[in-house]
C-alpha cells in the first residue's frame, strides 16, 4: 500500500451539499496535516494534527470542519463551501510536528481535486 | 508573517543546467528545503539543508544558502525531460511554509 492516500481523488460539489475528503496513512506517523493548493498562490497550511490533538488551525474558515479519529485517519468535513475553495487538498504525515523546528520530512498524499460549482 | 517567494516558471533545454531560486523572510529557519510535484502526484522531499550550511550536494543536486540574503537556490545539473515538475521551496522558523512553486519544463 501506498504510504498516504486520500479519498476521493476527484469531487464536484454544489454549494449547498455536505461531503468529506478521507485520508489514511500507513507509516506510522503521530502528525497529520491539510494543505490546500491553488494555482500560482503559495501552499497554504490549514490544519496539523500532532497524537490526534489539534496543534494548527491557520485561520481556516468553519465550512472546513477536520476530524483526527486517531494517528492513522484524518478527515476534512465541507459544507456550504464557495467556489473559490475549489483547489487540490493535500493529505500529509510527519512522524511528528514541531512548530519551532525540524519536523522532518513530510509525507504527501496525491491530492482531492475539489471543484464546487 | 512568513512568507515565501519563486517565480512561476522555468524552461530550459535538457542537458542544460536549472537554478530555481527562493527568498524567504523568516531569519529564525533552522531548516530549509525543496520539494517536487510530479504531475498529478503529491510532494516529494528532494533535498534539505540546515541553516548553518552554505551548500549541500547530492548527486546532480547543489543547494546553495545564502543566509544574510535569505536566498536559497536549487541547482539540477544535466537536467533531463523527467526532471519536469513543480519545484517547491519550503521553511521551517515556525510553521512550516512552502512558496508558490516552480514549474520546470524541460524541453528536449
Known amino acids: 500500500e501506498t504510504g498516504v492516500t486520500q479519498t476521493p481523488r476527484h469531487l464536484v460539489m454544489g454549494m449547498t451539499n455536505k461531503k468529506s475528503l478521507k485520508c489514511e496513512q500507513h507509516l506510522g506517523h503521530n502528525a497529520m496535516y491539510w494543505y490546500k493548493q491553488s494555482a500560482k498562490k503559495p501552499l497554504e497550511l490549514m490544519f496539523v494534527y500532532n497524537f490526534k490533538e489539534q496543534t494548527e488551525n491557520n485561520s481556516v474558515p468553519s465550512r472546513f470542519s477536520p476530524e483526527c479519529p486517531n494517528s492513522s485517519h484524518l478527515f476534512l468535513h465541507l459544507h456550504t463551501l464557495q467556489p473559490e475553495d475549489s483547489a487540490l487538498y493535500l493529505c500529509?504525515?510527519?512522524?511528528?510536528?514541531?512548530?519551532?523546528?525540524?519536523?522532518?520530512?513530510?509525507?504527501f498524499g496525491e491530492g482531492s481535486r475539489l471543484t464546487v460549482l | 508573517g512568513e512568507d515565501v517567494e519563486q517565480s512561476l516558471f522555468l524552461s530550459v533545454r535538457e542537458g542544460d543546467s536549472s537554478v530555481i531560486n527562493c527568498t524567504y523572510t523568516d531569519s529564525s529557519s533552522t531548516y530549509l528545503y525543496w520539494y517536487k510535484q510530479e504531475p498529478g502526484a503529491g510532494l516529494q522531499l528532494l533535498t534539505y539543508?540546515?541553516?548553518?550550511?552554505d551548500m549541500k550536494q547530492d548527486q546532480r543536486l547543489t543547494v546553495l544558502l545564502n543566509k544574510k540574503d535569505k536566498h536559497l537556490s536549487l541547482r539540477i545539473a544535466d537536467t533531463q525531460t523527467g526532471d519536469s515538475a513543480i519545484y517547491f521551496c519550503a521553511e521551517s522558523g515556525g510553521k512550516l511554509i512552502f512558496g508558490q512553486g516552480t514549474e520546470l519544463s524541460v524541453k528536449p
Open positions: 539543508i540546515f541553516s548553518n550550511m
Open positions: 500529509a504525515s510527519s512522524q511528528e510536528y514541531s512548530s519551532g523546528g525540524y519536523t522532518g520530512e513530510l509525507f
